[in-house]
């Protein structure tokens, strides 16, 4: 009978860990989405956009430069599982190689879930920046080692100036997933839990440079008319979870990111599967999780209706976004 019962159990988790192996290799083919990919530039006066996956992206107009997150960790799934992740050295250096840059003005983290704050504090250390976020990213530099004067709060609508450019934090609303909600309201010591990255306060960004003007968002969340009083030439828009959410909300958010800002072109972000690291070639997040191929068919009609140019990041390659 015990034969029978253990054989039974065998039998039952060899088909969950098939399950899982389907479900996990399910997932949209970023092939798909070639045709669209940016062209790398080719150096005629611009800003530019540097991709280096999840929504951390280099802009810089050649003087400048500015880190948005600067997440390079990329924990996997046995370091998530077993709760315990911290930031990895080796990674942090491959990810500012394939940057491009050793000195970077601010990393400007656009809240502090782990996959956007957990690398900033070393990033703005190895590049000499300034760190700026959200008070709870302040809690996540202070226990890093931070020193508090390298780290600053922003005011929200008002620009802070970085060399040509003027950035502005506009507070938003995380995508409502649920997930390390509230804020983190002392010094945040790793190794820790994924899950005591909590989201703090959610900012886009927009960036406006001589050339034009640029906008930024790393989670699909908003607030209702909170882009009302801005436009921008073009918009990193980042879809994480978006696909996953019903008709209704996915229209709601286009119509607040983008019905607002009017922008020529749009590049999507956040997609791409953070539990492989950036040595792996990119792709999409398995579709239990983030169904991306219903976020990038809602941008590709969207491209339609509103007349703006809907391309793809190629990793690490800058791309002009504003000319």
Not at 160 to 189: C, K, N, R, W, Y
Not at 224 to 253: H, N, Q, W
Not at 260 to 284: E, G, K, M, W
Request: glycine share 8%; hydrophobic share 45%.
């Amino acid at each position: 009978m015990l034969r029978r019962l253990l054989g039974a159990l065998a039998a039952l988790l060899l088909l969950a860990a098939i399950a899982l192996a389907y479900l996990w290799n399910d997932r949209a083919d970023l092939s798909e989405y070639d045709e669209l990919l940016a062209e790398r530039w080719n150096g005629w006066p611009a800003v530019t956009a540097t991709w280096l996956g999840v929504s951390t992206v280099l802009i810089s107009d050649g003087e400048t430069h500015l880190l948005t997150d600067g997440f390079f960790t990329r924990p996997g799934l046995t370091a998530l599982l077993r709760g315990e992740i911290s930031p990895r050295l080796d990674r942090i250096a491959e990810g500012i190689e394939l940057a491009g840059v050793d000195r970077i003005a601010a990393v400007l983290v656009l809240h502090s879930h782990y996959d956007h704050a957990m690398d900033a504090p070393e990033v703005a250390l190895r590049t000499d920046g300034l760190l700026v976020g959200s008070p709870s990213t302040e809690q996540v530099g202070l226990g890093w080692g931070m020193p508090a004067s390298r780290i600053v709060i922003p005011e929200p609508g008002v620009p802070l100036d970085f060399g040509d450019f003027a950035v502005t934090f506009i507070e938003s609303q995380h995508l409502p997933h649920g997930m390390a909600m509230g804020t983190i309201d002392q010094p945040l010591e790793p190794p820790a839990s994924p899950f005591d990255y909590k989201v703090g306060k959610t900012y886009i960004l927009h960036i406006k440079h001589p050339r034009g003007s640029l906008a930024i968002a790393g989670s699909a969340g908003f607030v209702p008319g909170m882009l009302a009083d801005y436009r921008a030439d073009t918009v990193l828009l980042g879809i994480g979870g978006l696909g996953s959410m019903e008709e209704s909300y996915r229209a709601d958010y286009l119509r607040e990111v983008l019905g607002a800002l009017r922008p020529s072109n749009v590049l999507p972000i956040h997609y791409d599967d953070f539990t492989r690291p950036l040595s792996q070639p990119i792709a999409a997040m398995p579709t239990f999780l983030d169904d991306v191929e219903t976020a990038m068919a809602d941008l590709q009609a969207a491209a339609t209706t509103s007349s703006f140019a809907l391309r793809m990041f190629p990793l690490g390659e800058p791309v002009a976004v504003v000319e």
